[in-house]
């Protein structure tokens, strides 16, 4: 995999220019997560409301945390995540990830792996979170993130169940692809044919 992406993706300056607090780098750190890796990613320590709020998180979202920049199959920013240092509870469970309302789910992929999507020589790897991607591909894999187990679901506009429009970026032909998500996790087998464009 090549470690230098044509470009910078363009994210906000004041996320870009904020330095990492010491308990977020070490948390990146003990993901496996190399800095270059973690840098083109643009992961920041968020400690203003007021910019959380601008990314689109509810007053009841906005707290100090390791804010996470999404990109999607094109490279650029569609979204956020925040881990929040403190999470409030929900159902009597922490939520350990906010994610903006309306936030619609798409394929995170990082802005030195976007190349290679359409290349079906290129192993990939598919897990869950962007942190485990972005471990993957510290290690010298390519790798996309769902934001969730079911992240890879949509539906049309007559109701119908079908994947996510980011899959027509991906080359699934004859491509050797890992699913890894959490081994806490009860998942039904989740198949991806080797045939043409086949997701299920």
Not at 59 to 68: A, N, P, V
Request: charged share 20%.
């Amino acid at each position: 995999m090549s470690t230098t992406p044509d470009s910078k993706t363009s994210i906000p300056a004041s996320v870009a220019s904020r330095d990492l607090l010491p308990q977020h780098a070490q948390l990146l750190a003990e993901s496996a997560i190399l800095s270059d890796i973690a840098e083109w990613r643009g992961y920041a320590s968020a400690l203003d409301p007021k910019l959380l709020k601008s990314l689109g998180f509810a007053d009841y979202q906005c707290r100090s945390g390791l804010l996470i920049p999404l990109h999607g199959v094109d490279g650029a920013v569609r979204g956020y995540q925040l881990r929040p240092d403190k999470p409030r509870n929900k159902r009597g469970k922490p939520v350990k990830y906010e994610t903006p309302a309306g936030q619609k789910l798409f394929l995170v992929s990082h802005p030195l792996v976007t190349a290679h999507l359409g290349d079906p020589s290129q192993p990939l790897i598919l897990t869950e979170g962007v942190r485990k991607a972005d471990a993957g591909i510290s290690a010298g894999h390519d790798a996309l993130a769902l934001l969730g187990v079911y992240g890879f679901r949509a539906t049309n506009a007559v109701g119908g169940k079908t994947v996510i429009a980011d899959f027509d970026s991906v080359a699934l032909n004859g491509r050797e692809i890992y699913i890894v998500f959490d081994s806490d996790r009860t998942l039904a087998r989740l198949c991806v044919t080797n045939a043409e464009g086949g997701v299920m």
